[in-house]
Structures are given as C-alpha cells and as structure tokens.
T-cell receptor
Framework: GAVVSQHPSWVICKSGTSVKIECRSL??????MFWYRQFPKQSLMLMAT?????????EQGVEKDKFLINHASLTLSTLTVTSAHPEDSSFYIC??????????????FGPGTRLLVL | LAKTTQPISMDSYEGQEVNITCSHN???????ITWYQQFPSQGPRFIIQ???TKVTNEVASLFIPADRKSSTLSLPRVSLSDTAVYYC???????????FGSGTKLNVKP
C-alpha cells in the first residue's frame, strides 16, 4: 500500500515551453501533497505544499507564477513548469500525505521526474 | 522548527550492523521522526517512523532517547544494496512544519 506515482518519469523540452508533471496517490486519499526539487548530491528542497481544493503554499524564493500547482482531487496534484529555462532542469519529486491513520499517515514519495530543458 | 544534523557519510561492510544518528535538539512536543532511504534518481522510500523509545519493523529499528533530541536508525546486517542516502525528517504529524536533513551517504563495501 501507500504507492505514489509520477508521470512522466523524464522529459526533455525546449526553452520557453511549459511542462506538466502529474503526481497520483494510487491507493489512498492524499489530503496534502508536497513538491520538491533536488539537485545532484543535494537534499530535497521543498517547493510547495498543496491541499486538495485550495491554493498551494509556496516556500520562500519559489516563484508561484512559474511553478503552477493544482490539487484538484484527493489523488492527483500537478506541477506545471511554465516557460521553462535550462536553470529549471532538475529532479522533481512529489510526496503525498493522507493525514489520518493507516496508509498515508506519513509522507510517501513518488519516483521523481527528471526534467531537462534545452 | 527542529533543524536536523546528520553525518555526511558513513562506510560499512556487508553483514555489519549500521547505526546512523540524527540530532534534532529543538524538536517540538508534537514532532515525529521519520527516516527515508534514497537511491540515485529515485524518490525517497519510507523506512520507519517513531515518536519515542524504540520502534522496529522488518527492515530497521529506530531508537529515540527520552529527551528526543536525537534518534538512531539501526540497519541490521547491511548488504551492498543498502548503499544509499538516508534522510531523517522531523515534523508534526500532519507535516504542517517539518525539516528534511541533509542526508547521510552510506557506502557498504564487500
């Protein structure tokens, strides 16, 4: 149980285009989803927290107009990198939290999405 | 907010028990401690979570002293496949506030 998927697993795009990454909790309802980015040999950096049906809360220094987050249902959150540039190339990871007992009571992470912007 | 401190790296040999300690001196009363394992180019994998004393599951044990200012992840009889980065995370139950450590790179040698 407690499986989180991400799609796509990797994406290559041209500079200036937008990329959407999906995060799904497959076997539990996620009241909260988190989006991270990770650079090589570094820890995870929290970008934003999203609660189903409400606006995401962004960490300081993260541009909310560039990284659009939508959490439309209890099993799906999306991250859209708008007008991507090479410096946005990174490993993006989502996690989901059920907020209650049983599966999902901790953060469960997706497999990550490798983004390369040319 | 409880900032965490972990050793940057550790070396071990196959078959040994490995203990990785995380310091969190400012842990709050409602904070839990969670450990994750991460392989390159993969998302972190949940290992174990605890609040106090000792928690054990099929892959690891977590020891938390009474003052909760630190925690120790214990991996029994490691194998080469346990080579990974291990992160401790301290935060409240709903992750309203939490801190991800910088991780410990465990290198298991044959």
């Amino acid at each position: 149980g407690a499986v989180v998927s991400q799609h796509p697993s990797w994406v290559i795009c041209k500079s200036g285009t937008s990329v959407k990454i999906e995060c799904r909790s497959l076997d539990f309802q996620a009241t909260t989803m988190f989006w991270y980015r990770q650079f090589p040999k570094q820890s995870l950096m929290l970008m934003a927290t999203s609660n189903e049906g409400s606006k995401a809360t962004y960490e300081q220094g993260v541009e909310k107009d560039k990284f659009l987050i939508n959490h439309a249902s209890l099993t799906l959150s999306t991250l859209t990198v708008t007008s991507a540039h090479p410096e946005d190339s990174s490993f993006y990871i989502c996690s989901a939290h059920g907020g209650g007992g049983g599966a999902g009571e901790t953060q469960y992470f997706g497999p990550g999405t490798r983004l390369l912007v040319l | 907010l409880a900032k965490t401190t972990q050793p940057i790296s550790m070396d071990s040999y196959e078959g040994q028990e490995v203990n990785i300690t995380c310091s969190h001196n400012n842990i709050a009363t409602n904070d839990y401690i969670t450990w994750y394992q991460q392989f390159p180019s993969q998302g972190p994998r949940f290992i174990i979570q605890g609040y106090k004393t000792k928690v054990t599951n099929e892959v690891a044990s977590l020891f938390i002293p009474a003052d909760r200012k630190s925690s120790t992840l214990s991996l029994p009889r490691v194998s080469l496949s346990d080579t990974a980065v291990y992160y401790c995370l301290v935060g409240d139950y709903n992750f309203n506030k939490f801190y991800f450590g910088s991780g410990t790179k465990l290198n298991v040698k044959p």
